[in-house]
T-cell receptor
Framework: DQQVKQNSPSLSVQEGRISILNCDYTNSMFDYFLWYKKYPAEGPTFLISISSIKDKNEDGRFTVFLNKSAKHLSLHIVPSQPGDSAVYFC???????????FGTGTRLQVTL | GAVVSQHPSWVICKSGTSVKIECRSLDFQATTMFWYRQFPKQSLMLMATSNEGSKATYEQGVEKDKFLINHASLTLSTLTVTSAHPEDSSFYIC????????????FGPGTRLTVT
């Protein structure tokens, strides 16, 4: 039972454009969400998080949007850069100190 | 930011032997560490939660006698894969939570285990 889903396994975006990565979840107990970036053979790197009391959180080029009624969150990267090319995982937990459930990942390729 | 290291980064072992993987938080004390496993092109699957000074909590379907976890200090957790088999070959990643101020988990670089 995949409680956190990323339905797009891959995404290709031109440099300078916006990248939008999507994530859906089914467990209504989740109230804390995070995005991680991962390169091959490396551990994930934390990017940005959002708690369910907010619907938007911004950090530089990265913005996460949360739609609780739709159980959907998205990560916007603008402008996209070649160094952003990696696999992006969303993760969710029922509280900030609880264990994380990861999505299946989306491979982002930013082209020149 | 918080740094988590893992050792070794890759290991090849023969079937039936045991392998120990270390996870260290380098610049913070971690009361809680997590062990994940990732198969190729799949998500990270939580194996167990390791709490300093107490027994690990294993996720459903993870054999505690096969995957021994020890969290002997606030900066070190170890995962021992006992009597390894080829199906144990995977990418093992640990993470640690800095209990002060932030709640994000910081991940180690991972360990690639190949059992021949």
């Amino acid at each position: 039972d995949q409680q956190v889903k990323q339905n797009s396994p891959s995404l290709s975006v031109q440099e300078g454009r916006i990248s939008i990565l999507n994530c859906d979840y089914t467990n209504s107990m989740f109230d804390y969400f995070l995005w991680y970036k991962k390169y091959p053979a490396e551990g994930p790197t934390f990017l940005i998080s959002i708690s369910s009391i907010k619907d938007k959180n911004e950090d530089g080029r990265f913005t996460v949007f949360l739609n609780k009624s739709a159980k959907h969150l998205s990560l916007h990267i603008v402008p996209s850069q070649p160094g952003d090319s990696a696999v992006y995982f969303c993760a969710a937990s029922p509280g900030t100190a609880s264990k994380l459930t990861f999505g299946t990942g989306t491979r982002l390729q930013v082209t020149l | 930011g918080a740094v988590v290291s893992q050792h070794p980064s890759w290991v090849i072992c023969k079937s039936g032997t045991s392998v120990k993987i270390e996870c260290r938080s380098l610049d913070f004390q971690a009361t809680t560490m997590f062990w994940y496993r990732q198969f190729p092109k799949q998500s990270l699957m939580l194996m167990a939660t390791s709490n300093e000074g107490s027994k690990a909590t294993y996720e459903q379907g993870v054999e505690k006698d096969k995957f021994l976890i020890n969290h002997a200090s606030l900066t070190l957790s170890t995962l021992t894969v006992t009597s390894a088999h080829p199906e144990d070959s995977s990418f093992y990643i640990c993470s640690a939570r800095d209990p002060v101020g932030v709640y994000e988990q910081y991940f180690g670089p991972g360990t690639r285990l190949t059992v021949t």
